[in-house]
């Protein structure tokens, strides 16, 4: 192990770093020889036996890190990055290992084969991939990345968020990570445009903040790309919805109704979103409109649209707006609005009031009652001079069902509202809520218990679409299925929200 290396600290030190000139793209962008401080192996030979435990979390000493960078400068001083980068990854990666195996041997550097084994798999990662972010790319259980910096990373598995042992060499290794993502979509950050959206080859969605904006160095978070996308049955399985909610969310799909999706950051919208549309008849013509392309919709006639953000020179800008304007003229049967978040909710709303009805998007909110405010203060933000009360007619007019989606404290992701939007009384916006999640307790390992119940609506404002349809029976039966009973055998409601 690293810790057994040599004593003699000249054995391992190598000359200083020459500077490398820049290679084909993407080949050493990440490459820490350009800026990793240059080891001092004298000042820290390890002791004998070194931290075994931190071993075995991957979560290296800073000995690991300094053989890393000597290993690596070596590397660069021997290679051709140019040529490395017209093989192809699997041959490029044999030609690393090669090359490394030898400077290890030249070296003398002793460790065993298993630390060799994965000093090789980081260097991989370094020249050829995104570096320390690899391994937690290639898991399949993480749903976010979050950098905070060179020296501090998050995941969040399973509903929690954890911190792990993942490390890059500096700042600028991880700037040059961020750098290598968005230029591979053609977007460029560094100080000058500090904010910038990407997206990574699987489809992973990138948000980077660099430096002067991001105090403490870059932060950038990543939404990994679930190949398999969660399908309505595996949200009943997860207990985020009953099955009988299930059903009802499918009818609402089938039967048009114009459907908001409102929760938190990470609640679970799109998923949710992407499961609604898998409800859709195949002979219709969907138009998808997204700031980062995220949804997998099952249907052979789907248009997928994706906003483009300013270029270096402020200009080239293509708002969701003029996405979902775009949208009238291109015949869709339904519109799909990844994220409603300005004033393209104006357009989505006459677009669900003009006979696209059918149409979906997700908002950041936190009720479906806050979800009615936040809507219209984008209306009202995006300069609409219109009154508050028109701007709520028309929300009543355009939207039918408002689904919520929450994480909860424990983790868990729930639907906790399907509420039908029902009309106005006086200036207020009335609400229906069709079925609802109720935290009963918590046990001992602080998972909430809960119950997701009707609120005993046997008739909801669907009814007439339900029937035009054919699917009445399946939504009154869904529908008195969900009814929960009191201890004296009534049942419970709570019809408005
Ligand atoms: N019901 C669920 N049960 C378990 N995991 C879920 C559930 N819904 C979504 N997830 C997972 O949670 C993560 C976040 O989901 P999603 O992208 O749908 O959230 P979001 O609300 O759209 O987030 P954002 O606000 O960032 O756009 C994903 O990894 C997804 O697979
Ligand atoms: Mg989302």
């Known amino acids: 192990m690293f810790g057994k290396r040599t004593n003699d600290p000249s054995s391992v030190a190598t000359k200083a770093p020459k500077p490398v000139a820049a290679p084909a ?90 630390e060799q084994e994965e000093l090789l798999e980081d260097i991989c990662n370094d020249v050829l991939g995104y570096g320390p972010l690899e391994p937690l790319l290639a898991r399949d259980d993480i749903a976010d990345i979050m950098v905070n910096g060179a020296s501090t990373t998050f995941i969040e ?35 000058s445009s500090p904010i910038c959206d990407a997206r990574l080859p699987d489809g992973s969605r990138v948000n980077v903040i660099a430096p002067p904006l991001a105090i403490d160095g870059a932060a950038l978070t990543i939404r990994k790309f679930k190949k398999d996308k969660l399908k309505l049955e595996q949200l009943v399985k997860f207990g985020s919805i009953t099955p009988e909610a299930k059903t009802i969310l499918e009818i609402i799909g089938r039967v048009r109704c114009n459907v908001l999706i409102s929760g938190g950051t990470g609640s679970g919208k799109t998923t949710l979103l992407n499961c609604m549309t898998g409800s859709i008849d195949s002979d219709e013509r969907i138009i ?33 707006r003029a996405l979902v304007k775009n949208c009238l003229r291109m015949r869709p049967e339904r519109i799909i609005v990844g994220e409603v978040r300005g004033p393209e909710a104006f357009d989505l709303l006459q677009a669900m009031n003009t006979g696209h009805d059918g149409s979906m998007g997700t908002l950041h909110s936190n009720s479906p009652r806050e979800a009615i405010s936040r809507l219209e203060s984008m209306i009202m933000m995006g300069g609409f001079a219109l009154p508050v009360k028109t701007i709520r007619e028309m929300i009543v007019g355009s939207v039918d069902i408002i689904v919520q989606a929450s994480r909860l404290r ?30 009963t307790g918590e046990d001992a390992n602080g998972k909430l218990i809960g119950r997701h119940r009707s609120t ?15 699917e009445t029976d399946r939504l009154a039966e869904a529908l008195s299925a969900s009814e929960v009973y009191d ?9 408005n929200g």
């Not at 005993?456 to 054919?470: M, T, V």
């Not at 201890?487 to 019809?495: K, L, R, V």
């Open 487 to 495: 201890e004296h055998g009534n049942p419970i409601g709570e019809a």
């Open 157 to 191: 598995v399973n509903g929690k968020v954890q911190k792990t042992g993942v490390r890059f060499a500096d700042n600028t290794q991880l700037m040059n990570i961020c750098q290598r993502i968005v230029s591979q979509v053609g977007r460029r950050v560094d100080e």
């Open 25 to 114: 793209a993407g080949a050493s962008a990440s490459s820490p020889a350009q800026s990793a401080p240059q080891p001092s192996p004298a000042a820290k030979a390890p002791p004998a036996a070194a931290k075994p435990e931190a071993e075995k979390q991957r979560s290296h000493s800073e000995d690991y890190y300094d053989v890393k960078t000597t290993v690596f400068n070596a590397l660069i001083d021997t290679i051709d990055l140019t040529q490395l980068s017209k093989l192809d990854s699997v041959a490029a990666r044999e030609e690393i290992r090669d090359i490394v195996s030898e400077i290890i041997q030249l070296k003398n550097v002793v460790m065993s084969i298993a």
């Open 288 to 320: 998808t409109c997204e700031d980062s392309a995220e949804l997998q919709l099952q249907q052979p006639h789907v248009v997928r649209l994706e906003t483009r953000p300013p270029n270096l020179e402020g200009e080239g800008e293509i708002t969701m």
């Open 410 to 439: 424990d983790g868990t992701r729930k639907i906790t509202h399907i509420t039908e939007v029902m009309g106005m009384e006086g200036e207020v916006v009335t609400l229906q809520n069709l079925i609802l999640y109720e935290i």
């Open 456 to 470: 005993g609506i046997s008739r909801p404002a669907l009814w007439e679409r339900a029937s035009y349809y054919g």
